[in-house]
Every structure is written in structure tokens, then in C-alpha cells.
């Protein structure tokens, strides 16, 4: 491909997820050095990089706490000591007084002067003349053995073959797109970012809000809207099978139901059921905030199917999850003759052949379970809907997988997705491009919002004393134990700590423990002792953050909220304020608190509202800070980030019309750039 690309390098750059010269070009640095000025040293200023040039002084290895080398620099403006702990002995005979010494690094305050530690030098002759570099210098997400300078060496040759020849990354999109909004083409915007000149300004770059970078993630989100829309189009040619059911039980199932559907609950309802009556499949998103209701509308969708005498499958993200939903669902079933499954992993080898059998024959049924509902030995023989539940956890590829598996003689099943992410609609519009939208706006009514306080864990004590009283008044109480480590097992040996802790301070009090390592029959014992009231004050690990239902809980104490996020901690919240009685959520934090965690707690303290605190959680995460993909359920992109560019998003939807009217043969090409090694469309 390149000049000095040999297997070992091809193979590493593999690994970042390069393998032609145009994703080289599109792999975009992090962040940049300015290499293009020499600071004089006088003028350097502690926390700050910076290049400079001066002439060794003196240089010796001192044996404090720690064996370090000294370097110390002058250029007639000041001194600055350089300072290696770790060295080799050909560098310490190459640092001799006499010579000079080109270094780039962070200036730090030290004992004497400033200094850097471990900076990038280069040794000069003392009358040794360098140019300084004239673009600023990238640093490029590397890997092991694959360094900045052969990552610089492998860019500036590919810039070179662009510059020669469009081949390789050709303009796609149109001058009367580009005119109109303001874009730069696309071989001088790679450039740019790849080798911005020394004028540029460099925090505007480091933001990725510069206009070549802007360009890239136009194009990326353009691609991204219209692979979508394009994989809409193509799952809509498809057949469906029209599920009109007779309403019967639809019907006795509404009026069975200890309450009634708010109004936003029946609109959304109905706009499911006129698209499960039709012959194209269903795509839509079902939206609605943390406790509007929306395992009822999907009840409702899998009767209507069941109705019409075929299978539905609802997939939840966890096990407890799948559990919780089969509860709730054969309680609300139970006057009803429908036969309803639960499917998880850990099922014994005969009770799930028994299962699997059900679904295999013809049986009109609903079956609930985790992404184990499509492992290989699952055959569905009528399987006509498929809801998942809290679609943040499930990325677009398992959703083709799982379409996969739904197909039965090129029928397609209907879609329904469920999510509890309330994202802007322009935002809504674009990642989820090829689904409708239904919105559950409204709150269940009688529902008191939950009130807040943030207590500093100092005053713990009064926090268990208020837990005695919640108990005394016949409430329950969840404990939520969170540590910043991802490490299962120390959240675990956590929770049981502080439950031993909890029990011992809380006599009288049954307290039980829940975690993401119990076994499914210990979590469901658990789970059914809580609803039942007999365990009054459950402690658990965030397992507990989506989903869970238990009205009668009212007060929720959160520990260390000051770690969470945002959306998290309004996802926890979401546990209780569920019944009619007042709910109240303290969030326990450890002092000092940092000035976001400081708001992020106080947004909290002031409003229920899911789509306020979204909007304060985009407003919060500057950008690069973005919270993993997994917490916001928006998709992995390569350049764009969909909430440091969400301004773009009506121009791009703006630029697709035009593609899509006036260039349509431009759109493959984008498609295939952007997403196609992601997007395996000969699924659908
Ligand atoms: P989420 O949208 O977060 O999944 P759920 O479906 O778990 O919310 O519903 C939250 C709680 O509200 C449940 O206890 C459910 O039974 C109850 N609920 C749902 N709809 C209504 C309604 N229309 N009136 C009263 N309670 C309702
Ligand atoms: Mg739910």
C-alpha cells in the first residue's frame, strides 16, 4: 500500500482499524504540538508545553528519593532543568556539556528553576542551525510498537499520493452542496487536519470544532442518516404479516389492569397497532422517560400478535430485567389463557428443550428473555414482533442478527424498540433514521415527583436514622452501592459490606443484598421477597439501574453520586416515585465536591424531568469528554461526536434531501466510505 509498510506494520495498523490508504487518511490525530515557534526560556510558564532550545550546562545523576538524571538547559533567558528517571546509559554520555538541546514538554515548577520531566529532545551541535517545524506536528491514537513518528512518516506519504491523485479519496459530494453549506473540499479538509499550519488556531482544533474537521464529520453524519434511512428502505420492501387480531383479548386485558392508560400511553398504543395491521414491518422507536409506562404498551403489542395467533419476543438488556418483565407480565395475564415463556441462559438443559419446543411448533405465545433468545439452537416458528426493551444496549448489528433470526420464509417480524433515552428529536431523527417515533410525554397520573436531597457522607448516621423511620412507616428502601471501577467483583464485595454495616446499624430491619453475581434463582428470590415488603431496605449495585419496578419503594439512597453521570443517576431515581406515596431520593456524596458534580447533583435536587436533565447532561460534557457510548446509546462514530456536532444535524438533514432528489447515484459511494464495513445490508 505504502512506502515501508511491511506485513508487521500492515498488521498493527490493522489493529487501529486501518488497512488502506484512505483510512489512514482518516485517522484523525488527537490532539497536536506546536513545534512551529522555539519559547525562550525566560518566557516559559509552569503547566504549559512548549518548545525550546539552549545549551547544556551541566548534566549529572543525582541519588535522591528516587535515581534521576539532571539535564540543565540556558539560552541567555533563563535555565531549565530537564529531569529523566529513567535513562539509558548512551543518553547520559549523549548529554554533555557544550552540546545543545532542542526539547519539547510541560514546564513544571521544580526545587531551583522549572522544569520538564521525560520531555522529547533532540541533541544538537552547539553551532547546529534547525528550521522549526512548519505545521503543527499530530499525535495520532497509536498502538503498541506503532509510534507517533512512523504514524507521522505513513500520513505525510499518504497526503502525498492525495495530493497527486483523487483516486484514493474521491469528492462526493456535490459543488452545490459544498456552496451552499460552506464546506471545504474534502482532500484540502484531510489535510488540513492532518497538517494544520502554524497560524491555525490550535484549542479550536484540539475542540474538533475547526471548519476541515466540521467538513469531516458533516460528511460522516450525512452517511450515517442516509445508510439508515437506506436500511429503512429496505427493510419497508419486505414483507410483513398483517397482525389485525380480533381484540378480544386486547380488550379484557385493558380492563383488567388495575389502572387506565394515560392519554399518551393510548396515542402511542394506537400508532403501534396501525403499524402491526399493516403488510410492511414495523420500525418504530417507542421513547418515554423512566417510569411513563412502556411495558404496558408492549403487552399490549405482543397480545395483539398472540391475538392474531402468532409469537412475540420481547429481549431485555439483563436477566433480572427479563425476569422482572415475565413477572409482570404473567400477573397481568393471569385471567387470560396465553402462554408466556421465560428464556434466560442459565435454564436447565430440559426445562429449556421444553421451551425451545413450544416456540418450534405453532404455538401462539410470548416469550421473554436476554440476547440468548437468539443463540443458535432457537427456532421460532411463528415469530412476529420482536420489542426490545431499553434499546441502548443493543447496537444496530445485533438488531440485524436478531432480524436474521426472525425472518421465517422471507416474512419479516415487526419491530418495536423501547428506549428510556431522551434525546433531542433533530438528534432522534438522525441516529435512529430508520424508525418512527412514538412518544410517551406524560407521566402516569398521581405520580408525586420524587424529591431530592444531596447529603455529604459525613452525616450518614442521620441517613440511617431517616431509613429506621422510612421502615417504621411501612416503606421500603433501596441502598445503591456504585464504585467507579468497572470491576464486577469489588461492586459486589461492596454491597455485602455495607449490607453487613446496614443490618447491624438498622435492627429490627430485614435487609437484603442484590448483585450482578448472585445466581438467577438467588436474584429472583430476592427480587420476590422485596415486592412482597418482607425485605424492607435492599442494598444493590447499579444492577438495579434500569427497569426495575417496585412501587412500594420510596426512599433511595445513593452512594458516591458524585461518580455517576448524569443520566445514570436519573435512571436509578426512576426506581422509586413509581407508586403514590412521596418519594424521596438522597444522594449521598464523598467532599470535596468538583464544580460539575456539583451541578450535575443540584440538576437532580431541582427537576424530575428526563428531558431537562438530558439536556443539561449534553450541556455539562464538554466536548471529547463524551460519556461512553454505552451510558448515552448513541452510536460509535469515527470522527463525528453526535453531541459536540448536533448544530450540523438540519443541515445535514437539509444536504440528504438534495442527495436524495437531485444525486441519488452519490449515496452508495457515501454509504460504503462511512459505514460499509460496518453495515452487513445483505441481511435485509
Ligand atoms: P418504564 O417506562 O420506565 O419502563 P414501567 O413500564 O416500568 O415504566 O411503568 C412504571 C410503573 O407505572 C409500573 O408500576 C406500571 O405498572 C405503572 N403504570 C404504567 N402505566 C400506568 C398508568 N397509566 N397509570 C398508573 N400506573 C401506570
Ligand atoms: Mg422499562
Do not use: A, I, K, S
Given at each position: 500500500m505504502l512506502h515501508g509498510v511491511g506485513g508487521q506494520i500492515a498488521q498493527k495498523l490493522n489493529r487501529l482499524g486501518i488497512y488502506a490508504i484512505k483510512d489512514l487518511l482518516f485517522h484523525m490525530p488527537l490532539r497536536y504540538v506546536d513545534r512551529t515557534r522555539l519559547c525562550p526560556i525566560g518566557a516559559l510558564r509552569s503547566g504549559f508545553s512548549m518548545q525550546v532550545e539552549g545549551n547544556i550546562e551541566f548534566a549529572q545523576v543525582r541519588y535522591g528519593k528516587r535515581r534521576s538524571l539532571l539535564c540543565r538547559i540556558s539560552d541567555g533567558t533563563g535555565v531549565l532543568t530537564l529531569r529523566f528517571f529513567y535513562f539509558s546509559r548512551a543518553q547520559q554520555e549523549r548529554l554533555q556539556r557544550g552540546m545543545k538541546l532542542r526539547c519539547y514538554g510541560q514546564a513544571r515548577y521544580g526545587a531551583q528553576t522549572l522544569e520538564m520531566v521525560h520531555p522529547e529532545y533532540q541533541v544538537l551541535a552547539s553551532d547546529q542551525e534547525l528550521p522549526v517545524d512548519e505545521t503543527l506536528t499530530p499525535v495520532y491514537p497509536a498502538t503498541e510498537g506503532l509510534q507517533q513518528p512512523t504514524l507521522r512518516k505513513l500520513t505525510t506519504q499518504a497526503l502525498a499520493v492525495l495530493e497527486h491523485s483523487q483516486?484514493?479519496?474521491?469528492?462526493?459530494?456535490?459543488d452545490a452542496i459544498l456552496e451552499k453549506f460552506e464546506l471545504p473540499e474534502l482532500g484540502k479538509a484531510i489535510a488540513y487536519v492532518h497538517r494544520p499550519p502554524a497560524d491555525a488556531i490550535t484549542q479550536q482544533l484540539m475542540d474538533g470544532i475547526h471548519p476541515a474537521q466540521q467538513r469531516l464529520a458533516f460528511e460522516e453524519l450525512l452517511a450515517q442518516y442516509l445508510g439508515l434511512q437506506r436500511l429503512r428502505k429496505q427493510v419497508r420492501a419486505h414483507i410483513a404479516t398483517p397482525l389485525g387480531g380480533d381484540g378480544i383479548q386486547s380488550a379484557s386485558f385493558l380492563k383488567a389492569l388495575p389502572f387506565r392508560l394515560t392519554a399518551a400511553q393510548q396515542r402511542c398504543a394506537e400508532e403501534i397497532k396501525q403499524d402491526m395491521q399493516d403488510t410492511r414491518p414495523m420500525l418504530r422507536l417507542l421513547q418515554g422517560d423512566v417510569g411513563s409506562g412502556k411495558t404496558v404498551i408492549a403487552a399490549l403489542a405482543a397480545i395483539k400478535t398472540i391475538e392474531s395467533g402468532y409469537q412475540a419476543a420481547i429481549m431485555a438488556p439483563t436477566e433480572l430485567l427479563a425476569e422482572q418483565h415475565y413477572k409482570t407480565l404473567k400477573h397481568w395475564l393471569q385471567p387470560m389463557d396465553v402462554s408466556i415463556i421465560l428464556l434466560t441462559g442459565k435454564l436447565g438443559k430440559s426445562e429449556r428443550n421444553k421451551h425451545l419446543d413450544i416456540l418450534a411448533r405453532n404455538n401462539p405465545c410470548i416469550v421473554i428473555g436476554t440476547h440468548a433468545l437468539f443463540q443458535q439452537d432457537v427456532v421460532f416458528s411463528r415469530l412476529r414482533l420482536i420489542i426490545i426493551d431499553e434499546q441502548h444496549r443493543f447496537g444496530v448489528h445485533q438488531r440485524l442478527a436478531l432480524l436474521d433470526k426472525g425472518m421465517v420464509d422471507d416474512i419479516f417480524p415487526h419491530q418495536l424498540i423501547m428506549t428510556a433515552t431522551p434525546i433531542p428529536r433533530t438528534l432522534a431523527m438522525t441516529i435512529y433514521a430508520d424508525l418512527d417515533l412514538s412518544v410517551i410525554d406524560e407521566l402516569p397520573p398521581n405520580r408525586l415527583p420524587v424529591n431530592t436531597v444531596v447529603i455529604s457522607t459525613v452525616k450518614r448516621d442521620e441517613v440511617i436514622e431517616r431509613i429506621a423511620r422510612a421502615c417504621a412507616e411501612g416503606r421500603q428502601v433501596y441502598w445503591v452501592c456504585t464504585l467507579i471501577e468497572e470491576s464486577e467483583v469489588l461492586q459486589c464485595e461492596a454491597a455485602t459490606d455495607t449490607s453487613l454495616y446496614l443490618a447491624e446499624k438498622l435492627h429490627g430491619i430485614n435487609v437484603g443484598l442484590i448483585h450482578g453475581r448472585l445466581k438467577p434463582a438467588e436474584k429472583d428470590s430476592i427480587m420476590s421477597a422485596f415486592r412482597s415488603g418482607e425485605i424492607q431496605l435492599l442494598v444493590a449495585t447499579t444492577v438495579i439501574e434500569v427497569g426495575v419496578d417496585v412501587p412500594n419503594a420510596s426512599l433511595m439512597i445513593i452512594e458516591n453520586a458524585e461518580r455517576l453521570g448524569l443520566f445514570q443517576l436519573h435512571q436509578l431515581r426512576g426506581r422509586i416515585g413509581r407508586g403514590s406515596i412521596k418519594s424521596d431520593c438522597v444522594l449521598l456524596y464523598q467532599p470535596p465536591l468538583g464544580e460539575t458534580a456539583k451541578i450535575r447533583l443540584e440538576t437532580l435536587r431541582n427537576t424530575n424531568d428526563g428531558f431537562e436533565i438530558a439536556k443539561k447532561d449534553l450541556e455539562l460534557r464538554g466536548p471529547g469528554e463524551m460519556m461512553g457510548t454505552r451510558q448515552t446509546g448513541l452510536p460509535e462514530l469515527r470522527i463525528a461526536d453526535l453531541i459536540r456536532d448536533a448544530g450540523l444535524l438540519p443541515d445535514i438533514h437539509k444536504a440528504a434531501d438534495i442527495l436524495m432528489q437531485q444525486y441519488p447515484e452519490l449515496i452508495q459511494p457515501l454509504v460504503d466510505r462511512w459505514l460499509g464495513k460496518d453495515i452487513d445490508y445483505s441481511k435485509v
Open positions: 483516486d484514493e479519496l474521491t469528492e462526493l459530494l456535490p
